[in-house]
Nanobody
Framework: QLQASGGGSVQAGGSLRLSCAVS????????CGWYRQPPGKQRELVAR???????NYAEAMTGRFTISRDNVRRTVDLQMNSLKAEDTAVYYC?????WGQGTLVTVSS
């Protein structure tokens, strides 16, 4: 199971940190990711982190967002800085074939 937390409302330029707690998987073996679905749009990749810690980001998030993982705590986090109104979306964590329930991030301009 994946349990996401940390969403909320923030003004443009602000920061939020999302966290996803993972249970029921051999967590350290899996790549993890954060995806988002803006209102009226399809789900899209935000960032992924491989089991060896290698990261990749969607171009629009590069330099603003940081994905990290803690194999002991079994969490994958997304630090989001310099948030923009267009970052407003429901954010989902993904590990293997499993998805979290989504957490809403609203950025007001």
């Amino acid at each position: 199971q994946l349990q996401a937390s940390g969403g909320g409302s923030v003004q443009a330029g602000g920061s939020l940190r999302l966290s996803c707690a993972v249970s029921g998987l051999n967590f350290r073996l899996y790549a993890c990711g954060w995806y988002r679905q803006p209102p009226g749009k399809q789900r899209e990749l935000v960032a992924r982190i491989a089991s060896n810690g290698v990261t990749n980001y969607a171009e629009a998030m590069t330099g603003r967002f940081t994905i990290s993982r803690d194999n002991v705590r079994r969490t994958v986090d997304l630090q989001m800085n310099s948030l923009k109104a267009e970052d407003t979306a429901v954010y989902y964590c993904n590990v293997g074939q499993q998805w979290g329930q989504g957490t809403l991030v609203t950025v007001s301009s």
